[in-house]
């Protein structure tokens, strides 16, 4: 089975602080791991993805295949970071699993 | 260049009726999925067309639920007999490539309630 789980629903963290959301994946094989997030009344969007080993908007995500986990790290949290964050899993065959997603607020 | 279209944006059924939804994917993108996002969840994968084909219809819930895509482009999720667990926003994805590590660009979604 190939699952994704992001144990929290909601993260409060302060302006400059590090932010640290987590997920980790249940999957028998070489996955695909990506994040992705929706601003306030905006689209769903790629944020990251694993394959491409970027930093984007200064969040990074390390694939830990010991520990099957793809957190999501940023040193310094901005107030422009307050959104939803899916965690996302695509593996064999076509379907593509997303978590159950982190709120994340960012206090000034 | 427009972005992923889904229209209506609202939807609501009485229980037992028919809808369909549509999705207008962006110009030349081969690949386009389906999901279903209910209150509070994360989205769930519902199906997956690579042009016209329909590779994978493994997480359409019913046979109340189904898809298609005829040319290629234009693609509309069908309900029949709705009931009221469907309702939940219905989000349409397209990506340029095969390959499912490509990013996927979303519309807006369709939010469906049946009473």
């Known amino acids: 089975a190939q699952r994704v789980t992001q144990p929290e629903k909601l993260l409060s963290v302060f302006k400059g602080a590090p932010v640290e959301l987590k997920c980790n994946y249940s999957?028998?094989?070489?996955?695909?791991l990506f994040w992705y997030v929706q601003y306030s009344r905006q689209r769903l969007q790629l944020l990251l993805r694993?394959?491409s080993r970027e930093s984007i908007k200064g969040f990074t995500a390390d694939l830990n295949k010991g520990e099957t986990s793809f957190h999501l790290k940023k040193p310094f949290a901005q107030e422009e970071d307050s959104a939803m964050y899916y965690c996302a899993l695509s593996g064999t065959g076509n379907q593509f699993y997303f978590g159950t997603g982190t709120s994340l607020t960012v206090i000034p | 260049g427009a972005g992923v279209s889904q229209s209506p944006r609202y939807k609501v059924a009485k229980r037992g009726q028919d809808v369909a939804l549509r999705c207008d994917p962006i110009?030349?993108?081969?690949?386009l999925f389906w999901y279903q996002q209910a209150l509070g969840q994360g989205p769930e994968f519902l199906t997956y067309f690579q042009n016209e084909a329909q590779l994978d219809k493994s997480g359409l819930p019913s046979d109340r639920f189904f898809a298609e895509r005829p040319e290629g482009s234009v693609s509309t999720l069908k309900i029949q007999r709705t009931q009221q667990e469907d309702s939940a926003v219905y989000l349409c994805a397209s990506s340029f490539g095969q390959a499912l590590y490509n990013e996927q660009f979303f519309g807006p979604g369709t939010r469906l309630t049946v009473l």
């Open positions: 694993h394959i």
């Open positions: 110009s030349g993108h081969v690949s």
């Open positions: 999957y028998s094989g070489s996955p695909e």
